[in-house]
T-cell receptor, first 115, second 110 residues
Framework: GAVVSQHPSWVICKSGTSVKIECRSL??????MFWYRQFPKQSLMLMAT?????????EQGVEKDKFLINHASLTLSTLTVTSAHPEDSSFYIC???????????FGPGTRLTVL | GENVEQHPSTLSVQEGDSAVIKCTYS??????FPWYKQELGKRPQLIID?????GEKKDQRIAVTLNKTAKHFSLHITETQPEDSAVYFC?????????FGAGTRLTVKP
């Protein structure tokens, strides 16, 4: 299957700082990338959908000025958590789509801990 | 928007028994239904999927059934093994808009 990488795999930061997470599709061109957040013992919640070269579409309740998404190329999307707070601590997972049907290929996730 | 409900939230079975997880969805236009297995701290792993033009699909010990009329689909795992223990998520998708169920924690006791 298609391979999606994510970097970093974990990050610890101080409250008030910004953190950037990268998501790359390694062996295919992803026209659409998705960002999910997963709190402990909960399901994956879609945060936003991004299409290459256009602005991301955010889900209701997700602050677009706090979670900046850039999808500058068909293989790279970035999520920047700005002015992070402890409540932003979570597991962030990206996925890439654009191949057959609605199938999505998930990255390994990034564990963010905000102190 | 789409709403996916999943039951049960936890399931404990004896090794060798079968496990069944059920999901319902609300959007009749959803046409892609994947099932994922997620181990702690790892990415969701696709284990089987089904599209709306098919009623059943099987892959070795894993099978999925879809009832479009009732808007529900189920995962069946036969001859369960301890390594099947994980959290399983169903999802329903339409036009790349994928929504997940709340998850089922499956424990297979040796």
């Amino acid at each position: 299957g298609a391979v999606v990488s994510q970097h970093p795999s974990w990050v610890i930061c101080k409250s008030g700082t910004s953190v950037k997470i990268e998501c790359r599709s390694l062996d295919f061109q992803a026209t659409t990338m998705f960002w999910y957040r997963q709190f402990p013992k909960q399901s994956l919640m879609l945060m936003a959908t991004s299409n290459e070269g256009s602005k991301a579409t955010y889900e209701q309740g997700v602050e677009k000025d706090k979670f900046l998404i850039n999808h500058a190329s068909l293989t790279l999307s970035t999520l920047t958590v700005t002015s992070a707070h402890p409540e932003d601590s979570s597991f962030y997972i990206c996925s890439a789509g654009g191949l057959a049907g609605d199938e999505q290929f998930f990255g390994p996730g990034t564990r963010l801990t905000v102190l | 928007g789409e709403n996916v409900e999943q039951h049960p939230s936890t399931l404990s079975v004896q090794e060798g028994d079968s496990a069944v997880i059920k999901c319902t969805y609300s959007d009749s236009a959803s046409n892609y239904f994947p099932w994922y297995k997620q181990e702690l701290g790892k990415r969701p792993q696709l284990i089987i999927d089904i599209r709306s033009n098919v009623g059943e699909k099987k892959d070795q010990r894993i099978a999925v059934t879809l009832n479009k009329t009732a808007k529900h689909f189920s995962l069946h795992i036969t001859e369960t093994q301890p390594e099947d223990s994980a959290v399983y998520f169903c999802a329903a998708s339409r036009n790349n808009d994928m929504r997940f169920g709340a998850g089922t924690r499956l424990t297979v006791k040796p």
